[in-house]
């Protein structure tokens, strides 16, 4: 194998581990900056799924004369799908994009570490877990890395690439690397919870979801002051129902446990919400009612 410019193993082929909203969007981004992608999911229909959101996405943009279809096909052709963890086994990156959860992510990890190749790079695609305490689940801590994209992945310029505390410098760059050849702004952020955005959003979304609580204003009004009055491109209460209201109150929980800090403390309204399976556009309600 040939040595990248960083030193390390050139970076030919990329696992991703979950076809959902993430994952099949950094599926695509892999796929179309030239590499060869292979996906994961937990059965064919999960799959197919997937993979039939990235084509539409794809179609969409050669009818918008976005992409051109050669572009879109060699997309395409440069994907696949599995439902086995050991096809990932040839991947010189892998990137975990599965829920939220230590022990589901734990469970993945140490299978992959005992079926990559010895210089294979794990990410995760985490956005609020430790990467530390996720290295110290695999025997190749110093290649074990936080690699946090934004939705829609196609869109989104930045990611977060997070150092643990034994992620070697050579991982770090290949890593940079890769970010950048994917046409991201990579940034670098601390192994703390939340990383740099979460950080800095989460309790702005949740001081919205008080402040509707205790009746400052409807979702409306609350909404129509950030977007115009500060020229946000959407306002708090919209912007959680497009991230999830699930998502925010979960990732809230993590920083609260983290911090212990009142700021990340989800309001009980937000609770009530996901108890209700009020979670946002996904559910088709939540701040709002999307049809």
Avoid: W
Avoid at 102 to 118: H, I, N, T
Avoid at 267 to 280: F, I, Q, S, T, Y
């Amino acid at each position: 194998m040939s040595e990248s410019a960083t030193g390390g193993p050139a970076i030919r082929s990329v696992g991703v581990v979950g076809c959902g909203l993430m994952g099949s969007g950094i599926a695509q981004v892999s796929a179309q900056s030239g590499y060869r992608t292979i996906v994961r999911e937990i059965d064919e229909p999960t799959i197919s799924k997937g993979l039939g959101r990235i084509e539409k996405f794809l179609n969409d943009g050669v009818k918008r004369e976005k992409l051109t279809a050669e572009s879109r096909d060699a997309t395409l052709a440069a994907l696949s799908g599995t439902t086995n963890l050991d096809d990932l086994a040839s991947c010189d990156v892998i990137i975990e994009a599965i829920v939220e959860n230590l022990d589901a992510k734990r469970e993945v990890f140490q299978a992959l570490d005992s079926v990559a190749g010895p210089d294979t790079i794990l990410a995760s695609n985490t956005s609020s877990l430790c990467i530390t305490e996720m290295a110290a689940m695999v025997a190749r801590p110093d290649r074990f890395v936080g690699l946090h994209f934004f939705s829609p992945v196609p869109v989104m310029k930045v990611v977060e690439v997070v150092r643990g505390l034994a992620t070697s410098d050579a991982t770090y760059q290949r890593v940079m690397a890769f970010a950048t050849s994917l046409g991201k702004d990579p940034v670098t952020a601390p192994d703390q919870s939340g990383f740099i955005v979460n950080r800095l959003l989460i309790p702005y979304l949740l001081h919205a979801i008080r402040a509707y609580e205790a009746g400052l204003g409807t979702a409306e009004d609350i909404d129509k002051s950030m977007t115009l009055g500060l020229r946000h491109p959407m306002g708090p209460l919209t912007l959680a129902d497009f991230i999830g209201l699930d998502t925010t109150y979960n990732i809230a929980n993590i920083m609260f446990g983290e911090f212990r800090d009142p700021a990340y403390a989800a309001p009980p309204l937000l609770k009530r919400m996901v108890l209700a399976g009020r979670l946002g556009r996904k559910s088709g309600h939540g701040f709002y009612e999307y049809s």
